[in-house]
């Protein structure tokens, strides 16, 4: 029986490409913090060779693992949180403007991630400059 893998994730594309084979036009680059709880990989698609041999459009995708999210453990969460923001930090680096699009479904649990995490999003584009200022809202 002829099984196509289908995923939407960049580095599940990469490990059913060859894995740890060097690919043109992508680059990876994976870090584990410390206690290795958390471990971190980025894919860059840099040119067109990347975007066909990984069969992904140019540019930075980021998946961030734990072997521990099932566990009720806040340490691991306040760790994953840090490391999401960090990366966060980095993509948006310069950026004025972000959209923040939380896509999914809040009525789904496996699929709610999206509208839960925009809900937590404060906007203050709209806020005037000198009011932002004044409240701390600012940068």
Known sequence: MNREIRTDLAIELRESAGGNTEMEGVRVKTVVNEDKSIRTTTIDVINEAGEKNLKKAKGRYITIESRHLKEPDE???????????????????????????????????????????????LATRHIPAQLAEQTGLSG
């Open 75 to 121: 340490t691991i969460n306040e760790q994953l949180k840090d490391e999401l923001g960090e990366r966060l930090r980095l993509l948006t680096e310069g950026c004025d403007n972000i959209l923040v699009v939380g896509l999914g479904n809040e009525h789904i649990t496996p699929d709610a991630l999206g509208p839960r995490a925009a809900h937590q999003v």
